[in-house]
């Protein structure tokens, strides 16, 4: 017979207790503290998984009503992704990032964020600051959803799409879309 170190029976019987709760129907939240659920899921100071997030940032811009709406991508914009979790700690529970040359952003999230029951609810995308010479403005407490897009081998990707940031003075519904020149065709 093998005696089990403190840490191994430990997680044994939060595997077993785990296992009884899950056949009962309920959530595993409901039993086991943020920390408790990252251990069993095997998060933590290896690496076991990934979890990242993307999306670009563009402006679009109408010059005045019924010209074409211009898009450009805007690089240089600083976004961050912050989560929801227990704690008031809001910077612990974030990740940042600048846009590239095209607009595209790439977030890698820590780990201890992995295990965040439901991300795509609890985690959300914020353009935080654009170039100084950008035509578009950001609202400060506009917030963009996550949507899962692959899950394989331990890595999670996430995407928020294009976020499309508008001039001030023009709405851009006031203004020529592409799909509608290219519809009387």
Excluded: W
């Amino acid at each position: 017979m093998v005696l089990l170190g403190g840490a191994a029976s430990s997680l044994l019987l939060i595997l077993l207790l785990g296992t009884a709760v899950a056949a009962a129907g309920r959530p595993m939240e409901l039993y086991f503290s943020p920390a408790e659920l990252a251990r069993v899921a095997g998060y933590g100071e290896e690496l076991v998984s990934s979890v990242s997030v993307s999306g670009q940032v563009a402006c679009e811009l109408c010059l005045r009503p019924g010209s074409d709406l211009l898009t450009f991508e805007l690089p240089g914009s600083k976004v961050a992704v912050t989560c929801a979790t227990e704690g008031p700690n809001t910077m612990a529970n974030s990740a940042f990032a600048t846009t590239d040359e095209y607009g595209n952003f790439t977030i890698e999230l820590p780990s201890r964020l992995h295990a965040t029951p439901c991300l795509e609810n609890a985690c959300s995308v914020k353009v935080l600051e654009l170039p100084p010479d950008s035509a578009c403005r950001v609202s400060g407490s506009r917030s963009y959803g996550l949507r899962l897009t692959s899950s394989e081998d331990g890595r999670r990707v996430y995407t928020t799409g294009v976020i499309r940031l508008q001039h001030d003075d023009t709405r851009s519904d006031e203004c020529v879309q592409e799909d509608s020149r290219s519809d009387g065709r």
